[in-house]
């Protein structure tokens, strides 16, 4: 069995064909796209998120929306920046959204990836000192962030408060336990997976790799998740670790699927180049159904991960967005055994 969820990129565009023209378009088929992929038995609901982008960029009150419109199914994120984030704040929104969500918020977060505007961190009010990158600063804001988590008291309460208060420090509120074991980091590379699991947070690996060894990526892939597994058995941690990977995945059912992605399911990697350094693309997978389950079975990144988000064309619209979850939940994923 495997979790199966899907990843929306949030992008609204007024381009020809685009069914989400409008920052408010995105937002509410973001929420409607969740309630139905719901009812269609998938089991989670993840938004990316951008800053100066027309895509998802606040995504607390549409996480707190989502959990108060559905009742099982995972909510969270793939991946939140943490060069932008005030972590105490982030703390108080996660939380509230945990709560509203009575505790199904899997929330991915990472160092983040390249902007639309130049160090656009700094416009936030979050520059790295002179000793530091904007990779570390994300790191930092990080730990803070998972310690604020784990509830305990820090804070020296006012001797004349305005409202009474419990005894000792005080701690952000409101406060959900648990979610500090739901926290998620997007991980670009196999040694950052190591420091993943060093800090005690889930793996989120998505179709790009920071790095190349001239593997194949579901290889690379699989052998980043290997390590992160091999790291966390050494820190006594008393849970266990969950691993999401990201696909396109497209069953070729009807004639739309076709028009849309027949002939497009690029049966090769990608090797690039990102902040200055080599990486790797992951392919995308678009054809009939029982092919599609033969190209996916030799997928080892998959096969190593309990959960496998989609990630769909969002400016397609709710109906067909929720016609390929289905056709991968109903024809791809029985004959894999993640069903």
Sequence with gaps: M??????????????????????????????????????????GAYLRVHHFARQLGSPFPLLAAIGAKTNSIEIGTGVIDMRYENPLYMAEDAGAADLISDGRLQLGISRGSPEQVIDGYKYFGYVPDDTESDADMARKHTDVFLKVLEGEGFAQPNPQPMFPNPPGLLRVEPHSDGLRERIWWGAGSRATAEW????????????????????????????????????????????????????SIFPLLDDMDRAYFGGRGDDRDQVGHIDGGSARFGRSYADEPDRLIEQLRDDEAIAAADTLLLTVPNQLGVDYNAHVIDGILQHVAPGLGWR
């Design 2 to 43: 495997k979790k199966i969820g899907f990843l929306s990129f949030g992008h609204w565009s007024d381009a020809p064909g685009s069914q989400a023209r409008t920052a408010a378009d995105v937002l509410h088929q973001s929420i409607d796209l969740a309630v139905a992929a719901e009812e269609l038995g998938a089991d």
């Design 196 to 247: 993943t699991a060093r800090q005690g947070m889930n793996l989120m690996s998505s179709t790009l790799l920071t790095e190349d060894t001239g593997v194949p990526f579901h290889r690379l892939q699989a052998e980043q998740i290997q390590r992160f597994r091999d790291e966390w058995a050494k820190h006594g941690f008393d849970h266990e670790p969950r691993v999401s990977v990201s696909r």
